[in-house]
């Protein structure tokens, strides 16, 4: 029974995610379609036969069979259809053209930053690795990062000879590892010193793990529990810890050994709230031989209106220059390409596992993925903008033929991809023996 509602909330998850980001895509051709004077034809979201639909005007709006995606086709956009008429596509000047196509992944780009924005008014728990340094917060008993000897508060200098500048490049080598030896370069106090991890396998992804490793994050309040001592104190989620009694507190585990040992005996904790600030004095209540506040510490962001905006353009462009860095590594064979890339049934599952969550973090989810289309759509769209700018630089027309080949390049291109993709998902989601070949 589990196993079927999990399956009937990944698809319910999914089809909520991605029909909302299909919607506001296409929705930005059609718009700047219609504001140039084109003839939109239809506005439809899925592929394949019509299931529903209406007409307004010259457009026909309709939901289609296949919820992979959408379109929005237009008049005249095909050579063979194109008359006299000004308001065929193929009629509109080429920069005009342009715009159509870039306006739904631009589109995407608005929703993900308002997205973002929301989730960062709201608060939730996001880490941003590129933001954290790479010092180690804690090391899991029996990992090989344990036995390599590693402490909290060591500070990894380089991976493989290469520098290391935060817990981002740090995720991303142990990733890209699975069971090899991992040279690192640390440093704790003022000594240098050699060691290695090896991170074990996830099959599910084929990547490495984090081998024990664990990042040290400022403590911030993630929630505040009724009736306990950080309540009546005046805690508020979102806070963050900055020290205890005057001494600074640079990680949880910090945190928590600064407040087990006073119980019963009045602390100061120096905190900021919204950028400002503040002092805080609460008296841990006794549970068991330790001192508790009544709070559940963790990464936590939450903003301001103004802030929440910025951070959520910054996010945004983080994301993609992640994108970007994890496509290259999968180019040069650093990371595999099964674990990174994802298709409709591992969108589907990580939609219902984020819903599952909370509906904060599938509206996170959804706005990942809408910064992933607008960014990869251009590259998928069978090459027309390509041809668009080409045929801007030499000032004419190519050939309708040689438009042909690279439409259809690019064509071949998405199925291919697409065929991947599915066999990545399939070999994550299904069982082994189901497999061909198993």
């Given at each position: 029974m589990t196993h079927l509602t999990d399956i009937l909330t990944n698809a319910l998850a999914f089809v909520f995610a991605l029909g909302v980001i299909i919607v506001v895509h296409e929705a930005g051709h059609l718009m700047v379609a219609k504001a140039f004077g084109v003839r939109v034809l239809t506005f439809s979201v899925g592929f394949g036969r019509r299931l529903w639909g209406f007409r307004r005007g010259e457009t026909e709006?309709?939901?289609?069979?296949?919820?992979?995606?959408?379109?929005?086709?237009?008049?005249?956009?095909?050579?063979?259809?194109?008359?006299?008429?000004?308001?065929?596509?193929?009629?509109?000047?080429?920069?005009?053209?342009?715009?159509v196509y870039l306006a739904g992944p631009a589109m995407n780009?608005?929703?993900?930053?308002?997205?973002?924005?929301?989730?960062?008014?709201?608060?939730?728990?996001?880490?941003?690795?590129?933001?954290?340094?790479?010092?180690?917060?804690?090391?899991?008993?029996?990992?090989?990062?344990?036995?390599?000897?590693?402490?909290?508060?060591?500070?990894?200098?380089?991976?493989?000879?290469?520098?290391?500048?935060?817990?981002?490049?740090?995720?991303?080598?142990?990733?890209?590892?699975?069971?090899?030896?991992?040279?690192?370069?640390m440093r704790r106090g003022h000594q240098t010193f050699q060691t290695q991890v090896t991170p074990s396998r996830i099959p599910r992804y084929d990547t490495g793990d984090l081998a024990g490793l664990l990042p040290s994050v400022r403590p911030q309040i993630v929630k505040v529990l009724e009736g306990e001592p950080a309540e009546a104190a005046g805690f508020q989620p979102g806070d963050e810890i900055r020290a205890v009694d005057g001494r600074p507190v640079m990680d949880n585990q910090a945190f928590v050994?600064?407040?087990?040992?006073?119980?019963?005996?009045?602390?100061?904790?120096?905190?900021?709230?919204?950028?400002?600030?503040?002092?805080?004095?609460?008296?841990?209540?006794?549970?068991?031989?330790?001192?508790?506040?009544?709070?559940?510490?963790?990464?936590?962001?939450?903003?301001?209106?103004?802030?929440?905006?910025?951070?959520?353009?910054?996010?945004?462009v983080q994301m993609v220059e992640d994108t970007f860095t994890i496509l290259g590594k999968i180019f040069t064979r650093e990371l595999s390409a099964r674990g990174a890339l994802a298709g409709p049934i591992e969108i589907a599952a990580q939609s219902g596992a984020a819903a599952r969550l909370g509906f904060k973090y599938l509206i996170h989810l959804m706005g990942f993925i809408s910064v992933s289309i607008a960014f990869m759509n251009p590259i998928l769209d069978g090459g027309q903008i390509f041809i668009l700018m080409v045929e801007s630089v030499i000032r004419r027309d190519l050939s309708l033929r040689l438009k042909e080949i690279i439409s259809q390049v690019g064509f071949v291109m998405i199925l291919l991809l697409m065929f991947v993709v599915i066999w990545f998902d399939l070999v994550k989601n299904l069982p082994a023996d189901l497999l061909p070949g198993s």
């Open positions: 709006y309709r939901v289609s069979a296949i919820p992979l995606g959408g379109y929005v086709r237009l008049g005249g956009e095909n050579p063979d259809e194109v008359t006299d008429d000004p308001r065929e596509f193929l009629n509109k000047p080429r920069w005009q053209r342009v715009l780009v608005v929703l993900a930053i308002l997205l973002f924005a929301a989730l960062f008014m709201v608060g939730i728990e996001v880490m941003n690795l590129p933001d954290m340094p790479p010092i180690i917060g804690g090391v899991e008993e029996g990992s090989s990062a344990a036995k390599a000897g590693i402490q909290r508060g060591d500070l990894i200098l380089r991976i493989r000879e290469e520098p290391v500048d935060n817990w981002q490049d740090v995720m991303l080598a142990l990733m890209g590892s699975p069971e090899q030896p991992l040279p690192l370069t050994d600064a407040i087990s040992p006073r119980a019963g005996q009045p602390v100061r904790v120096d905190l900021v709230r919204e950028g400002k600030p503040l002092s805080l004095t609460v008296v841990p209540r006794k549970e068991g031989s330790s001192g508790r506040i009544g709070v559940q510490i963790g990464f936590f962001q939450r903003y301001g209106p103004a802030r929440a905006f910025v951070e959520s353009v910054r996010y945004s």
